[in-house]
């Protein structure tokens, strides 16, 4: 109502011209919350816990939660970006705490997510533990918080840029809701 003009409005009203009566249009609401999945603890769950070691020790599953970071690095950084991993990759592996591994940075060849971005970065964490670790990380001095920092520096952050975020549980873990 901010653009209404009052004296214009009173004018109008006075000289008995006929308005333009509001109009309501319904929103349908969507809510995507995607929380069918608490989180677990897939080494705590005793059933099969040699086999579980075995299959993250083997990499056959990539952790007992995985992240994925989807984002966009502007055309003009893509090949300093490029350069940065590839003078940083082993550094940040080298310095990520115990229980986190660092699974590589990807680009996008083919998705059918729209608005995800064109690199992916993706985590693995043995427990929720190292992801409490992780977090911690983050806001310490350590080599491994400045490494994430420097990679996150390339991403776009003008408004609109493409970035998404997925967490995945082996199924074996996963107790399903709604």
Known sequence: MNNI????????????????????????PEVRSGGFFPFCDLIKHGEGQQEIEDLLNE??????????????????KHVDFKKWLIANESKLDDVTPDGITYRGT??????????????????AFRTLRALEVFNDEMHSASDFSRLIHDLCDYRDRDRGAANSQQIYQPVRCADRLG
């Open 106 to 123: 990807y680009a996008v060849s083919a998705s059918s997510e729209k608005g995800s971005g064109l690199y992916r970065t993706i985590w």
């Open 5 to 28: 003009d009052p004296l214009g409005l009173a004018s109008s009203l006075i000289a008995g011209e006929k308005l333009t009566p509001p109009t309501v249009t319904s929103i349908e």
């Open 59 to 76: 990499s056959v599953l990539l952790g007992s939660l995985v992240i994925e970071w989807g984002y966009d690095v502007p055309f003009n």
